[in-house]
């Protein structure tokens, strides 16, 4: 994927679809699956399922299904059910039934039907339907807030390993057995120190992007540290041990047969 600087609409429109467009000054339409980055002086008007990320003191206008991310002292319009990630001081008006998410001392102003994800108490919301996000702070709470599969005392997590179910550091998960980390720190840091695991076998795949196989690893609650809200990965759990015999899934989380 090349960063393309783009002067005109029709350079624009020309853009190959697996490139970044650079847009700096003028004004502009990204349409379809067009990607750009919107900067300076930039006025984009995004439409259909155009992906735009604004930064400086652009100025974006989505409509349809569009998806913005916003910098800096960005100025988006969002209207239909365009999406709108906000940072640092960007500002958003939205409408209709837009979507923001308000993370740093974003300002947004939105009608009564936006839905605002606040993460973040210095971001400053005007109306809208606001949802609170609080970063989970027990395993429990973190198996409600993504998902995870929780029975009793017993947390359902995932791993994405290579072709001989070893990991990208090099420990093996084997299915059928159990494990136990033998550098266990007692949960004192984020990364490194124990085993991590992800809530679903695909999201697994971040933490390692040549793995061709899936894992379903049951851990205890007691084996696993506890979330903190100024981790760097909060999607990923790290436990000591599994506490029950791993078994191979496939991307979704069905299990899979194991031939006789």
């Keep these: 994927m ?3 600087e783009i002067a ?3 350079e624009l429109d ?5 490139d970044v467009g650079v847009l700096r000054v003028g004004s502009f339409v990204a349409r379809g699956s067009a990607h750009v980055e919107a900067w300076g002086s930039a006025h984009v008007v995004a439409r259909e399922s155009a992906h735009v990320e604004a930064r400086g003191s652009a100025h974006v206008e989505a409509w349809g299904s569009a998806h913005v991310e916003a910098w800096e002292s960005a100025h988006v319009e969002a209207r239909g059910s365009a999406h709108v990630e906000a940072w640092e001081s960007a500002h958003v008006e939205a409408w209709e039934s837009a979507h ?3 993370w740093g001392s974003a300002h947004v102003v939105a009608s009564t ?8 108490s210095a971001a400053v919301v005007i109306g809208g339907t606001v949802i609170e996000v609080r970063r989970p702070v027990t395993a429990v709470e973190w198996a409600a807030f993504y998902g995870a599969k929780l029975d009793g005392a017993t947390l359902l997590v995932y791993k994405a390993v290579r072709a001989d179910y070893r990991s990208a550091h090099g420990f093996l998960y084997q299915p059928g057995t159990t494990v136990e980390a ?4 007692a949960g004192c840091a984020e990364c490194g120190g124990g085993l991590h695991f992800s809530p679903h076998p695909a999201m ?3 933490f390692d992007p040549q793995a061709t196989r899936f894992v379903a690893c049951p851990v205890a609650l007691e084996d696993i540290r506890a979330p903190q809200k100024d981790d760097e990965y909060p999607h990923k759990i790290k436990a000591r041990r599994t506490c029950g015999p791993i078994y191979e899934v496939d991307r979704t989380g069905k299990p899979v047969a194991v031939p006789s």
């Design 2 to 4: 090349a960063r393309i």
């Design 100 to 102: 923001v998410e308000a």
């Design 113 to 120: 039907l936006v839905a605002i994800h606040r993460h973040s």
């Design 182 to 185: 033998p550098d266990w720190d």
């Design 14 to 18: 020309l853009l190959n679809g697996g």
């Design 204 to 206: 697994a795949l971040e």
């Design 8 to 10: 005109t609409q029709a």
